[in-house]
C-alpha cells in the first residue's frame, strides 16, 4: 500500500501536494516549521525536524512510508542529505522534485559566487543600498559590511534585533511579480541584489526587476547535495510512484 513522505516548503511542494490529494493518494506533507503561519496544505502535515537522518529513518519505519519525495528547497541541503541516508537506510525509494536552475539571460548583470560569504566579499567597500532576498537565515554574515544599507525581504517580523545597523524590513512571503519587485526596489534605491539560485517561478521576479533597472545580481550557486533520482515535473513524480524502480 503506498504511503509517500513529502518533504516539502516551495511552491513545487505545493503543487504536488494538491495532484496527491485529488488522487486521493495516502501522504503526509512534512514542514522544517522555520516560519510561523506556514501555508496550509491539503494533506495530513507534520512540522519539525526529525532529529537527523537517524531520526527520519526511524519515521519511515514507524509510519510505514513506502516513497520519499524531497521537494524541499535546492539551499534546504542538509534535509536533502538526510532523506539521502535516511532512505538507504530503511531501503524506502526516493526521489527529488527540483526545479532547474537560473539562465543568465541577455540584459543579465550576475556575478557568480559559490557561497554565501562569498557574496559578502564581492560587495563593494563603498556605501551600496542591497536588496538580501535571502531571507532571515544568513543575514549575520553581511554584518561584515555594515556600511551597506540593506533592504531585507522576510516571511516573518524578525523577533530579535537584527545584526546590521542600516536596515529596512520588508515581510512578504512570496510568490513575487515583476511589478512589484521593480517597485520596491525604485523606492528604496537599491543599486545591487544579492539572491540564492533558487530556480522556479516564485523568487524570479527580482531578477526581472534587477534586468529592467539596470542593476547588478550577485548571484549564488546551489550547494551540493548527494545524487538521488531527479524529477522537474508533478506528472514525472506521479510516473515515479508508479514505478519507483524506474528510477
Ligand atoms: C517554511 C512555507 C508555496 C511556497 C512558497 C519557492 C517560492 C515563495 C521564494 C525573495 C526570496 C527565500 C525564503 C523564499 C521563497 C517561495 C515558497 C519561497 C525566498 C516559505 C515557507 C517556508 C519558508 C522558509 C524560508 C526560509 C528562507 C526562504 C524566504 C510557508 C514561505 C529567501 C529563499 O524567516 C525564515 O527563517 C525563512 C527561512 C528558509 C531562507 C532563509 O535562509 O532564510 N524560505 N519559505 C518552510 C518550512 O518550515 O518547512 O511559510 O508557507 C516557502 C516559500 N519560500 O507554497 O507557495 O518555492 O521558492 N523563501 C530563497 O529562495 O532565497 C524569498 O524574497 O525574493
Ligand atoms: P536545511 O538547512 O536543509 O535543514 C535543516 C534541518 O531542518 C533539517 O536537518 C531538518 O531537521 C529540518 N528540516 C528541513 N526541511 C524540513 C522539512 N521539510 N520537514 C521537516 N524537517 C525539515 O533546511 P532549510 O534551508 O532551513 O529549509 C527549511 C525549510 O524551508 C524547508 O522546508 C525548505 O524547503 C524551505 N525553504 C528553504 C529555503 C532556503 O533558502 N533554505 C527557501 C525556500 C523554502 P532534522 O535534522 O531534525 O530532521
Known amino acids: 500500500m503506498t504511503r509517500i513522505l513529502l518533504l516539502g516548503g516551495t511552491t513545487e511542494a505545493s503543487a504536488l501536494a494538491k495532484t496527491l490529494a485529488e488522487a486521493g493518494m495516502d501522504a503526509v506533507f512534512s514542514y522544517a516549521g522555520r516560519t510561523a503561519r506556514p501555508v496550509n496544505q491539503p494533506l495530513p502535515t507534520r512540522v519539525g525536524g526529525f532529529g537527523g537522518a537517524e531520526g527520519l529513518a526511524e519515521f519511515l519505519r514507524a509510519e510505514g512510508i513506502t516513497h520519499v519525495v524531497d521537494a524541499t528547497h535546492p539551499f534546504a541541503a542538509q534535509m536533502s542529505i538526510n532523506a539521502v541516508y535516511a532512505c538507504d537506510a530503511a531501503d524506502v525509494p526516493l526521489c527529488a522534485f527540483e526545479r532547474p536552475t537560473w539562465q543568465e539571460g541577455d540584459g543579465d548583470q550576475w556575478v557568480h559566487v559559490g557561497t554565501i560569504a562569498e557574496a559578502v566579499n564581492v560587495l563593494p567597500e563603498a556605501a551600496a543600498r542591497v536588496f538580501l532576498a535571502i531571507g532571515k537565515q544568513n543575514l549575520p554574515l553581511?554584518?561584515?559590511?555594515?556600511?551597506?544599507?540593506?533592504?531585507?525581504?522576510?516571511?516573518?517580523?524578525?523577533?530579535?534585533?537584527?545584526?546590521?545597523?542600516?536596515?529596512?524590513?520588508?515581510?512578504?512571503?512570496?510568490?513575487?511579480?515583476?511589478?512589484?519587485?521593480?517597485?520596491?526596489?525604485?523606492?528604496?534605491?537599491?543599486?545591487?541584489?544579492?539572491?540564492?539560485?533558487?530556480?522556479?517561478?516564485?523568487?524570479?521576479?527580482?531578477?526581472?526587476?534587477?534586468?529592467?533597472?539596470?542593476?547588478?545580481?550577485?548571484?549564488?550557486?546551489?550547494?551540493?547535495?548527494?545524487?538521488?533520482?531527479?524529477?522537474?515535473?508533478?506528472?514525472?513524480?506521479?510516473?515515479?510512484?508508479?514505478?519507483?524502480?524506474?528510477?
Open 142 to 247: 553581511f554584518a561584515a559590511k555594515p556600511q551597506h544599507h540593506y533592504l531585507l525581504r522576510l516571511v516573518d517580523a524578525p523577533e530579535a534585533p537584527l545584526p546590521l545597523p542600516h536596515t529596512a524590513v520588508e515581510i512578504a512571503r512570496g510568490p513575487f511579480d515583476v511589478a512589484g519587485d521593480t517597485a520596491l526596489m525604485q523606492r528604496h534605491g537599491i543599486t545591487h541584489v544579492v539572491a540564492k539560485n533558487a530556480g522556479g517561478a516564485g523568487a524570479a521576479a527580482k531578477l526581472a526587476a534587477a534586468r529592467r533597472l539596470g542593476l547588478p545580481v550577485i548571484m549564488i550557486g546551489r550547494p551540493q547535495v548527494p545524487d538521488r533520482p531527479i524529477k522537474g515535473s508533478v506528472a514525472e513524480v506521479m510516473e515515479w510512484l508508479a514505478h519507483p524502480s524506474a528510477a
